[in-house]
């Protein structure tokens, strides 16, 4: 709790930083992908429905906000579209792709939320879909997101568990 706090506190304090959000630490972390989307799908004048979330692991888009379409929009400065503390499990995350493990959690660096629009979203060859959950116990799924691989295909990562946690 002391830490949730800090978080709050430290947004407050200074709200462009860019340290990033730790989703985990949030009271309604699913409240915050929300209003990213809507935010958005607003400053764009699409349809909610048509976005897609992704996650670019470990990667941040310099000083701007979210990445739609492969241009930079900043939104708000106080939510960067920078979440940190996310954990990879049953996998590492190596030259800009998903590589089983021996099953260990990775703590990742801040990654980078993006938005695209469905008309233009195109799905890698060697893409899986991973669930981010709110903890370890996996019982809260938040989102889940496109990642490519090195080949290992979408029963592989599913009977391995493959999984990102926010906490």
Known sequence: MKIRLSQLEAIAIDPTSRRGIWLGGLFQ?????TATRQAIAHQ???SLEQLVLGLDVE??????????????HCINAMYQ?????????????TDGRLVLSDGQPVTLKASQIT????EVERKKQQEV???VYL???RSDV?????LETDGVGQDVVAQRGVCLTAA
């Not at 579209?81 to 995350?93: D, F, H, K, V």
């Not at 938005?115 to 469905?118: L, N, P």
């Not at 938040?142 to 496109?146: A, K, M, Q």
């Open 142 to 146: 938040l989102f889940s997101v496109d």
């Open 81 to 93: 579209g920078l979440i940190s503390g996310l954990r990879l499990a049953g996998a590492a995350w």
């Open 129 to 131: 879909n991973l669930p």
């Open 59 to 72: 990667e941040s888009s310099g000083t701007e906000s979210f990445v739609v379409e492969g241009e930079l």
């Open 44 to 46: 764009k004048g699409w």
């Open 115 to 118: 938005w695209t629009k469905r």
């Open 29 to 33: 972390p699913e409240a915050y992908i």
């Open 135 to 137: 903890n370890g116990d």
